[in-house]
């Protein structure tokens, strides 16, 4: 049962230039959701996703970032016209279920490391 | 404005002692905490967690304690092993969110 998928691991950008990063989840699962780890940082939220929804993404930037979770495919953090400031690691988690509905136990993919020239 | 606080950055505990981690929180209406660990380079993993109603869960060398009325709670590894160096971020999850709420992580170093 393979676990969180990311991709790419690595990512280098120029400023301005836009940044996908792909999560498959764990089979089974349908929530989704984004974290962002800042050096030097903890991990803070994103977004939460389900399959076609977006349920909350208070965490997320109002301008140039968006994510999605189509019925088909993996969930895309996409960000546009990168500044440097967006130098990060991103991971994706997924769960079988809505955090609060259990313990809220999140399966963590390895991470995508957004690095911006 | 953090909600959950890991004050200690760093940690370093000599091998075979005991490790304690600790975590603050403020909002009073969760349903558990959770620990996970990080290795650098990799995902965080999940380690254990305690319920709300509940005040120690223990899982071999892990061991949770949770104090509500100082809303604090403490991760004690014992005996301590050199695998065991990581950040350990603490997260609380309260049944009206939609997320886990991370601290900012205690980096570990156990030293043989």
């Known amino acids: 049962n393979a676990g969180v998928m990311q991709n790419p691991r690595h990512l280098v950008r120029r400023r301005g230039q836009e940044a996908r990063l792909r999560c498959s989840p764990m089979?089974?699962?349908?929530?989704v959701y984004w974290y962002r780890q800042l050096p030097e940082e903890g991990l803070k939220f994103m977004v939460y996703l389900q399959k076609e929804n977006i349920i909350d993404e208070s965490g997320m930037p109002k301008e140039r970032f968006s994510a999605e979770f189509p019925k088909e495919g993996p969930s895309i953090l996409r960000i546009q016209q990168v500044v440097r400031g967006d130098s990060a690691a991103y991971f994706c988690?997924?769960?079988?279920?809505?955090?609060?509905?259990?313990?809220?136990?999140?399966?963590f993919g390895e991470g995508s490391r957004l690095t911006v020239l | 404005d953090q909600q959950v606080k890991q004050n200690s950055p760093s940690l370093s505990v000599q091998e075979g002692r005991i490790s304690i981690l600790n975590c603050d929180y403020t909002n009073s209406m969760f349903d558990y905490f959770l620990w996970y660990k990080k290795y650098p380079a990799e995902g965080p993993t999940f380690l254990i967690s305690i319920s709300s109603i509940k005040d120690k869960n223990e899982d071999g060398r892990f061991t949770v304690f949770l104090n509500k009325s100082a809303k604090h709670l403490s991760l004690h590894i014992v005996p301590s092993q050199p695998g065991d160096s990581a950040v350990y971020f603490c997260?609380?999850?309260?049944?009206?969110?939609?997320?886990?709420?991370f601290g900012k992580g205690t980096s570990l170093l156990v030293t043989p």
């Open positions: 988690a997924s769960s079988p279920l809505r955090v609060g509905q259990a313990t809220g136990e999140l399966f």
């Open positions: 997260a609380e999850n309260s049944n009206s969110g939609y997320a886990l709420n």
């Open positions: 089979k089974g699962h349908s929530h």
